[in-house]
């Protein structure tokens, strides 16, 4: 089997874990491990973000994080207007159940695939797409030949991360945003941006840093193409962490938040959430214990290997144990595919000890989950693309 190592010990600092007296109620009756989430939790997690944005730019929440339609019916009762997606079946999904527009975040190809996209809108602007090259753009305007409609496109910017997007010091932005507006079957939708390396940020305050600059990266690019006669609709800008320790939304038409439905411990130790505000966690339980490890009937194929979102991390572990008897949990120092070894010091901790693991980045612990458990007043399975496995 193969394991992930963690590369040096850690010292956990104290902090407050959940409160089980009413938090993740029953998880220490589930028999087989479970990814669960917390009901009330995850509701004030969606109102809180609502009421930060509201009146200050449309929301249009990520749902890569839950890939959920509870979840996000949830979100659109409590003022999300629209949602963004980064594969075409979550798009489907989406469409299917009526909640439009969706922003499928993520360059296209496949002329087919976008055909098949515009062609399950019910209006062409139900659906938005990104571009930032000429060859994502020259498909576009194929699949909405294809279609025969419009597709909406926005350009992506690159304000940092160097994933996808455009040098908005370069002069590609004004080259690719007049390509777009001289095909007849596209219509361009503004400028798009994702300040993901702001995972990587460390702090509040140099989180509140990449925001600045990330509004300033967007409005200068916007007032740039004005001048040279393209007009920008819209400005949507993406990620938790710059939502929260915003610098503001002046000159923002729209923002794609995502991981502030769970939260998880990256959200912790970037100082912008406690532990008490993740929502989702992994409840299992200790299955054998050595003289080096207590160890877990739950490993990588739940929790994932990951340290932290986009490749950053504050870490050496892979998360958080907790139980209901302890103040500090146990660390979860390494792991296998089916097994997650705690690291223990003084009494060995009995087997059978139901424990719950708050996870590093609770969006791909969502995508492998293949049916979450909410825990609350009406537990109940929550399906992930529409279906549980």
Known sequence: MKETRMSDPEIFVSAAGPDFSRQFPGFDRLTHPRVVIDEPTLLGNIGKMS?????????????????????????????????????????????????????????????????????????????????????????????????????????????????????????????????????????FAGLLSHAGHAYGAGNPEKVAAIAGSELEIMRALRTRLQKDGMETPCISIGSTPTILANAGFDGIDEVRPGNYVFYDLTAVRLGLVDRRDIALGVAARIVSVNDHFAIANVGSKTLSSDLGAHGTSGTTAFGEAWTPDRDQPFLVAKLSEEHAFLQYSGPRPPVGTPILILPNHSCPVANLSGGMQMLGDTPRLVAIDGFVR
């Open 51 to 187: 009421a930060l944005v509201a009146g200050r730019a449309q929301l249009h929440p990520h749902v890569k994080t839950h890939k959920s339609l509870e979840i996000a019916r949830l979100q659109s009762r409590q003022g999300a207007t629209g949602f963004t997606a980064a594969r075409p079946y979550e798009v489907l999904m989406l469409l299917e159940a009526g909640l439009a527009p969706v922003t499928l975040a993520y360059p296209l190809l496949c002329t087919e695939t976008i055909k098949t996209l515009l062609s399950a809108a019910g209006d062409a602007q139900d659906i938005r797409f990104i571009a930032d090259s000429p060859e994502t753009i020259a498909a576009l305007a194929d699949g909405a030949r294809l279609a025969g409609r419009k597709a909406h496109v926005f350009l992506k910017v690159d304000v940092g991360l160097h994933r996808c997007g455009i040098d908005p010091q370069g002069d590609s932005g004004l080259v690719l945003a007049r390509q777009i507006d001289s095909e007849p079957l596209l219509a």
